[in-house]
Nanobody, 122 residues
Framework: VQLVESGGGLVQAGGSLRLSCAAS????????MGWFRQSPGKEREFVAA???????YYADFVKGRFTISRDNAKNSVYLQMNSLKPEDTAVYSC?????????????????WGQGTQVTVSS
């Protein structure tokens, strides 16, 4: 499966962005999906995940601000980001794995998008 992110950009602190990840293939509904981010000099970190059935899990630092969702009819997963902070600046990547659980570690995913840059100015 191929994953393509979109929706990144430059936003002021307190603003919002909605990231999209479009997947190819006809079995998207069977994939667990996740969002990760990486900023310069830092390791990649987990942001949010959603199972094929819609169970969600978030990193503590985004709870109450970010929402992950999926639309299986559109082969897409989304990350709505509100109340953005400068420390949210990073390249955000979506990932997928053909599995029934929910996954928080990058090594558990088989497919990755190229990433989209999110920059939050203070």
């Amino acid at each position: 499966v191929q994953l393509v992110e979109s929706g990144g950009g430059l936003v002021q602190a307190g603003g919002s962005l909605r990231l999209s990840c479009a997947a190819s293939g006809r079995t998207f509904s069977s994939y667990a999906m996740g969002w990760f981010r990486q900023s310069p000099g830092k390791e990649r970190e987990f942001v949010a995940a959603i199972s094929w059935s819609g169970v969600r899990y978030y990193a503590d630092f985004v709870k109450g601000r970010f929402t992950i969702s999926r639309d299986n009819a559109k082969n897409s997963v989304y990350l709505q980001m509100n109340s953005l902070k400068p420390e949210d600046t990073a390249v955000y990547s979506c990932a997928g794995v053909l599995a029934s659980g929910i996954y928080l570690r990058g090594r558990e995913y088989d497919y990755w998008g190229q990433g989209t840059q999110v920059t939050v100015s203070s």
